[in-house]
């Protein structure tokens, strides 16, 4: 599909590209120019320093875990979950559900986790049906009661179906979009699943679309963003950052507040947008990760850029976790601990499973950890240095006052948030393959076999 005249194409020193191939005059650009390779170029920020030299500073330090009182919020019933992390500021809901669920149906949801495919996108609902991806690119409807509805394959024209490895899913605008390593984002009428549309890009898509109005944010796995015009599929404006050479699956997807967009690339930059224009207000670096840890190499964003009250709190891979001023893009707080996924912030805190598999309660104000829960990690204790034989802890999601993680062990846990002690678990028929979501009163979550399971 070709690209509108709106498109854009901005360059940002020392974090974006822009390429101009042909050209017999160079055009030399305003802004700073810092050599890449110069020992301090992660680390110019002031704050990023002394939260990285105070983080240090405490890193042997011996730590007990805390009971502090907190409020998770009230207790509301969804509707409905049409966005990765309930809605466009990915700012968790504490929603309605019993203390002590039960499986009460499994359906048939397509191809399950393999050793090539994984399930990576998150189930949303419009309230009247379920949306899920199998680990191969195939988009299906369930009923709430669990009877199946449409189901259709997207992979991409002239490529071999099945060889997509997942993708992303949102709702907005009357359709379901979703992205895969196609390299693509399809529009589908969440009725039928007929295909309404298709954008092709640059590069594969790990990472859920979010949907605000009649736009559609994206960002591929080699840093460019975009946003797409929910009619028609073509582009409003693009930006164009470095690639990163290393990668994972189910990435962060944007998140939305007022008119910003913030964009979350490979590269480990947070891009602060204006939605309408695309023009970048800020620009976020969140570089280095876990010290020691091979996996400090993985730049992704993996805990979704969260945004309460004017603060962006957000983590990736390697093991960094910040907040960010939503106006003007400084960093406030940084400590070394990374995020498999959600970050759940409520009453002050912030609540995710970390790259060491361990549910953390933080501070909001400051990062400072108030206590640290093992989930179960390892298949087996002989295996510590095989991160294929790791148990994926999926969430935390906040329910019934309680903080939720399914486990690939086989088991949905419950927390008290006040002091992180196991107050439940429920045994599931799988293990599971992606974090849950609760709408009526009910959790779904996707299992490792691909089925999706109900509880209630």
């Not at 559900?97 to 986790?113: F, K, Q, T, Y």
């Amino acid at each position: 599909m070709k690209q509108n005249k709106a498109m854009r194409k901005l360059a940002l020193v020392s974090v974006l590209a822009l390429s101009v191939a042909g050209c017999a005059k160079e055009e030399i650009l305003d802004g700073l120019r810092e050599d890449i390779r110069s020992s301090d170029y992660d680390v110019n920020d002031p704050n990023a320093v002394a939260a990285a030299t105070e983080a240090a500073a405490q890193l042997d330090a011996p730590f007990e875990n805390q009971s502090r009182p907190t409020n998770l919020g009230p207790v509301v019933t969804q509707a409905s979950w049409p966005l990765r992390g309930a809605n466009a500021a990915h700012n968790l809901p504490n929603a309605t559900l019993s203390s002590s669920p039960s499986v009460i149906w499994s359906a048939r949801a397509g191809e399950g986790n393999s050793k090539r495919n994984r399930i990576t996108a998150e189930p949303v609902s419009d309230g009247a049906n379920v949306f899920v991806m199998d680990s191969h690119t195939t988009v299906s409807a369930i009923g709430m009661g669990g009877a199946a509805g449409w189901s259709v394959d997207i992979s991409a024209e002239g490529e071999t179906a099945g060889r997509g490895i997942g993708g992303g899913l949102a709702l907005g605008d009357g359709k379901l979009f979703a992205t895969s390593t196609y390299g693509e984002l399809v529009a589908l009428d969440p009725s039928t699943g007929d295909v309404l549309w298709r954008q092709r890009f640059n590069a594969s898509v790990s990472g859920a679309p979010t949907v605000v109005g009649q736009q559609v944010f994206v960002v591929t796995d080699n840093s460019e963003a975009y946003a797409i015009n929910t009619n028609t599929g073509r582009i409003d404006w693009q930006l164009t950052g470095l690639a990163s050479q290393y990668g994972v699956a189910a990435v962060a997807a944007p998140a939305v507040s007022g008119n910003t967009v913030l964009m979350p690339l490979s590269n480990g930059s947070l891009l602060g947008v204006d939605s309408r224009s695309g023009t970048v207000k800020f620009v976020s670096r969140m570089l280095g990760g876990r010290r020691g840890s091979g996996h400090a190499a993985l730049q992704d964003f993996t805990g979704e850029p969260v945004v309460v009250g004017g603060v962006i709190y957000a983590a990736n891979a390697a093991g960094q976790t910040q907040a960010i001023s939503l106006v003007g893009g400084q960093t406030r707080w940084s400590v070394e601990e990374g995020a498999q996924g959600s970050i759940a912030v409520a009453g002050g805190s912030l609540y995710f499973v970390n790259d060491q598999g361990k549910l953390l309660r933080l501070s909001a104000q400051n990062g400072d950890k108030i206590w640290s829960i093992d989930l179960p990690h390892y298949e087996k204790e002989d295996n510590l240095r095989r991160r294929k034989s790791i148990y994926p802890g999926f969430g935390p999601v906040m329910a019934g006052g309680r903080l939720w993680v399914a486990s690939g062990d086989g088991f949905l846990r419950a927390f008290d948030p006040t002091d992180g002690s196991q107050v439940a678990s429920v045994e599931l028929p799988e293990g599971a393959a992606s974090r849950p979501i609760t709408v009526a009163g009910k959790m779904f979550v996707m299992g490792e076999k691909g089925n999706l399971l109900a509880l209630r």
